[in-house]
């Protein structure tokens, strides 16, 4: 997949990101992306079939025709309100891994969005600028690293 300038800086800001578990994501993001991979990580963990993790745990995505959705969100049934984390965590779907700067609304944009609801994206962001000149014309051991970290936390399929 051909990338972006800034899709260099975005997942370079992603490794660095320091979530703060303040679970305010989890609490108000909807809907929830599902892919097959995720299909297939929840029905391991919870030991069931396919078949019934998307019946339990998706219904469809109310704006992607191919996509599913979590059932529950806004809050997320997974999410701990006294512990403040995710019960899931092992398991937990793509979206919420690659969130804040590899969601995949961010991937494509020319720069990158800070959530205001995400009190450790801006601080995040900050901790990368002096690092921009490179990210944005990266080597090729630059490149080759952040490639490869990006395709491990994108496997979708
Ligand atoms: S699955 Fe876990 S990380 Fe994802 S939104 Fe739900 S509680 Fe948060
Ligand atoms: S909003 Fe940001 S800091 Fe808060 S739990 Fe989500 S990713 Fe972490």
Known sequence: MPLDPYDYVRIQAQLDFQCQRCGICCQVAD????YPKDIRRLASY???SLEETIAEY???HPTEPDLLAFKKSAPCRFY???QKGCKI???RPMVC???P???PGQIGLLGIEVYEDCPAS???IKRIEKDLDLLLNPDAKTRKRLEKALSKMMQIE
Do not use: G, H, K
Request: proline fraction near 8%; aromatic fraction near 12%.
């Open 80 to 82: 701990d309100q006294t």
């Open 101 to 103: 700067f590899l969601s």
């Open 97 to 99: 891994r690659c969130s």
């Open 89 to 91: 965590y092992q398991a």
């Open 31 to 34: 809907p929830i992306d599902i």
């Open 122 to 124: 801006e601080e995040s």
């Open 58 to 60: 998706t219904v469809p």
């Open 46 to 48: 919870f030991n069931i």
